[in-house]
């Protein structure tokens, strides 16, 4: 796809790597809203802001309305409440599922019919390691990750009619907020941003971000024992 030109939706652009896509979209000449929880907390200079909550089907509703020609939406927005599946509370696994698999899949199909009225369109969902692997104190965002995944490669499969490309961006350890408690090596998520947008710019449909991906996507070849060996 060609990015200048374009008119993007980005869930989560007020902050993290959602503003980051926001910030270089505009930079790269598209038209870019941003959809967020709060309008009044997206400062990002040349961004329209749309209200949306991705766990509300009136309010998805209501931005797909409120906006024209999208052509590239990336499902960006994300929650992490730490909750274990085997004792974590049920609402935070609830919560995980509702934001990551149910609030992409309600995004993904309120803007299907633009992305098919302007020439089929892409979409990137923002994914992780964490779709492939899991751990203690991840799981229930893990989960949610993996059903997001299956969720992207299911979108692919059967919007490829309507000519949406669907693509999928996996990466370890963001700096941003939602991995604020963690002492350990992260991704600038500008440097993953302008990646990302450099790979839809050549067709690519799996973003591997950093050798964590990729080392992980390698690891799924010799099952879960070598998934989780290889992983600690
Ligand atoms: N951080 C990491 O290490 C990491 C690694 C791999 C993948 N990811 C993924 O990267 C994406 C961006 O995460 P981030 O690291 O930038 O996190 P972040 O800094 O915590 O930002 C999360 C964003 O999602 C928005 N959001 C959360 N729930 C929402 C909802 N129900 N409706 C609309 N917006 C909602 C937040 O809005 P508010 O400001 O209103 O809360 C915020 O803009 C997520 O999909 C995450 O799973 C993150």
């Known amino acids: 796809m060609k990015i200048a030109g374009s008119t993007a939706f980005v869930t989560g652009a007020n902050r993290g790597l959602g503003r980051r896509f926001a910030e270089q979209l505009v930079a790269r000449g ?3 809203y941003g959809g967020v929880r709060n309008v009044a907390s997206l400062d990002v200079p040349g961004v329209i802001p749309v209200a949306i909550d991705v766990t509300d089907a009136a309010s998805v509703a209501a931005a797909a309305e409120r906006t024209s020609g999208v052509s590239l939406l990336i499902n960006n927005a994300g929650s992490y409440t730490g909750a274990s599946v085997s004792d974590g509370s049920l609402e935070d696994i609830r919560l995980e599922m509702e934001t990551h698999y149910f609030g992409t899949l309600a995004v993904s199909r309120a803007f299907a019919p633009q992305l098919a009225g302007n020439g089929g369109g892409t979409i990137l969902n923002v994914l992780s390691v964490l779709s492939w692997v899991t751990y203690p104190g991840y799981s229930g965002y893990a989960a949610a990750k993996s059903a997001q995944w299956s969720l992207t490669n299911a979108l692919r499969l059967e919007l490829a009619a309507q000519g949406t490309t669907v693509a999928a961006l996996h990466v370890g350890y963001l700096d941003t ?8 090596p992260k991704n600038d998520p500008a440097v993953v941003a302008a990646l990302s947008l450099d790979a839809l710019e050549e067709g690519s449909v799996e973003i591997l971000a950093d050798e964590d991906a990729r080392q992980v996507q390698a690891n799924l070849a010799g099952g879960v024992t070598r998934l989780y060996t290889a992983a600690g």
């Open 30 to 32: 598209a038209t870019v």
């Open 177 to 184: 907020d939602m991995v604020a408690f963690v002492d350990a």
